[in-house]
């Protein structure tokens, strides 16, 4: 009997759950840090045009490094502004490489791509262009390695 339930709910119920959302990228976009450095004043900016407030939102940062990143993390400060003015602040850690010093993610030839998730399933609580400011939080005022940064808002939608 225990059988037939998993049966049951791994051909039925599973399949029926997942097929009825979709996650759809609303904004993606990168931004190059020069020479692949980037100082602990400047801000990587993006403008995020939102306009459904009724569905969950994930919002991802996707971290692009090299092989000569010198550290195993990565602290950043994230400061997003909504279209009426509130503002909200957020300090976020990741992890680029384990403790063995290999590194995380997806590996390109000669660049690896790191997606940190920063907000899961938010609804913005209104229509208008949001700003996000992204600073470098480490020690050192400027750091190597860093080849992009990226925004990326997922909405998930309901099928019929």
């Avoid at 991802?60 to 990143?69: D, S, V």
């Avoid at 609580?125 to 020690?139: S, T």
Wanted: charged share 20%; glycine share 6%.
């Amino acid at each position: 009997m225990k059988k037939f339930f998993y049966l049951l709910f791994f051909t039925v119920v599973l399949p029926a759950v997942t097929a009825s959302c979709t996650r759809s990228d609303v904004y993606n976009e990168y931004a190059d840090l020069p020479h692949a450095r980037w100082h602990q004043d400047s801000a990587i900016h993006f403008d995020v045009n939102i306009a459904d407030t009724v569905s969950y939102s994930d919002i991802l940062i996707n971290i692009r490094h090299t092989g000569g990143y010198p550290y195993q993390n990565l602290w950043m400060f994230v400061h997003s502004y909504s279209p009426s003015g509130r503002i909200q602040r957020d300090t976020i850690a990741c992890y680029l490489a384990d403790n063995h010093g290999r590194w995380l993610g997806t590996r390109y030839p000669s660049t690896f791509e790191m997606p940190v998730l920063y907000m899961q399933r938010i609804r913005f609580p209104e229509p208008g262009v949001y700003r996000f400011d992204i600073y470098q939080a480490m020690r050192d005022s400027i750091i190597g390695g860093v080849r992009n940064i990226g925004l990326q808002v997922r909405t998930e939608q309901e099928e019929n």
